[in-house]
């Protein structure tokens, strides 16, 4: 991958021991890598002037080759409660993404992107529509949480975090650029620095198998969640193409061993779609694909997309829908709809954002 534009790299791309390595070969002391892990990570600083126990020297020298975030917020949409806000970076490849802060009573989460657009188009999303263009690369995958940590911290006690839980659920899909999701994770919970547990990221993949089974041997207590959103293979060859490569029963087997391997619980994401996937016949359907894992069903009703011929069903619907499931003894949770009023599903600003550019890649 080509460096950032003006040649300066990315230090949150760094791990602690490359900066100590880089702090070694500057012949400055070992325990500014930690000072500066801390300014970057404890104290959220956005400006190297702002680490006033390093020498001026070499805070000059840390801007001269660094930037502290490759990303410029160029539109924000917050909702109409406030509790959701949407915004869209710039990258300095002039390339755009998304990421959203979801405000809770007790929670502060960021849902992140992982890859300019994607490559699966799922027939649903308005992500899959603007296509793909590349892999984010990990100080872009930090700097999405490092922006609104920044700008919760003057907002919550000094004891509390900024950000509680970090989703990797924004545009793009995760396992397709492993090593980089991966690694921003591992830096974000690093204790050293930010330290946000491992048990508060979710990675939600559509079912990329090699993923799934590789996430297994990590040893890191993550969430894992894995788009179904149908519960048959002729359905889901439909709704979500990946499928054809991983069909549902090579799906279910790797999804089973991460159980076992790990013994952590799978949550599984379900999209309503109006007279597509919503039918008491595809409740049982599911309920009998999954029936006696570890797991929990999430449901939630589609977010309208502009030009996609699909929409979220009626409310009794999607409630028939949860109560069958229920009744057959899986454990669900049916989620509200945030932020439909800024675009909050996945892309959508990203793709209006394309259409005004009249960018050729957007798929009509
Ligand atoms: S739903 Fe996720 S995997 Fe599917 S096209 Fe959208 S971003 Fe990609």
Redesign the pocket.
């Known amino acids: 991958m080509k460096p950032p534009a003006d040649g300066r790299r990315i230090l949150p791309e760094f791990t602690y021991e490359q900066l100590e390595k880089l702090f070694a070969e500057w012949g400055e002391p070992s325990y500014r890598a930690k000072q500066v892990w801390e300014w970057v990570y404890k104290h959220l600083a956005d400006d190297f002037q702002a680490m006033t126990n390093l020498p001026k020297a070499l805070r000059q020298r840390l801007g001269g080759e660094f930037i502290l975030s490759p990303l410029e917020p160029v539109e924000e949409l917050v909702s109409e409660d406030g509790s959701t806000r949407k915004v869209l970076f710039r990258l300095q490849d002039g390339e755009t993404i998304e990421s959203v802060l979801m405000l809770y009573p007790k929670r502060r989460t960021v849902c992140i992107s992982t890859q300019v657009g ?1 490559p ?3 027939a649903f ?1 308005a ?2 529509k603007s296509g793909f263009k590349r892999n984010l690369r990990a100080g872009e995958i930090i700097a999405q949480v490092l922006h609104f940590a920044r700008e919760m911290k003057p907002q919550v006690n000094r004891d509390e975090k900024p950000i509680t839980n970090v989703v990797v659920m924004g ?3 995760p396992f397709l650029n492993y090593d980089a999701t991966l690694h921003a994770i591992r830096t974000l919970n690093d204790h050293r620095g930010f330290n946000l547990g491992a048990r508060r990221f979710t990675i939600s993949t ?1 079912g990329i198998v090699p993923g799934i089974r590789r996430l297994a041997k990590e040893g890191l207590q993550v969430e894992l969640a894995v ?1 179904l959103h149908a519960p048959n293979d002729e359905l889901r060859d439909r709704l ?1 193409p990946i499928n054809k490569g991983y069909p549902l029963k090579r799906l279910m087997v790797a999804c089973r061993e991460y159980i076992e391997q790990t013994n952590r619980r799978i949550t599984f994401e379900y999209v309503l779609i109006d007279r597509v996937n919503d039918s008491i016949r595809h409740a049982r359907e599911l309920a009998a694909l999954i029936g006696g894992m570890l797991c929990h069903v999430n449901l939630i009703a589609m977010n309208p997309v502009p030009g996609v011929p699909y929409g979220p069903p009626p409310r009794r619907r999607v409630l028939a829908f949860e109560e069958e499931l229920r009744r057959l003894g899986i454990s669900v949770t049916l989620r509200a709809g945030r932020g439909v009023d800024i675009q909050a599903g ?2 959508q600003l990203r793709l209006r954002e394309l259409s005004k550019r009249g960018a050729a890649d957007v798929k009509a």
């Open positions: 994607c699966i188009g799922c999303c992500t899959g545009m793009g899909e559509v788009s979500v996945c892309g």
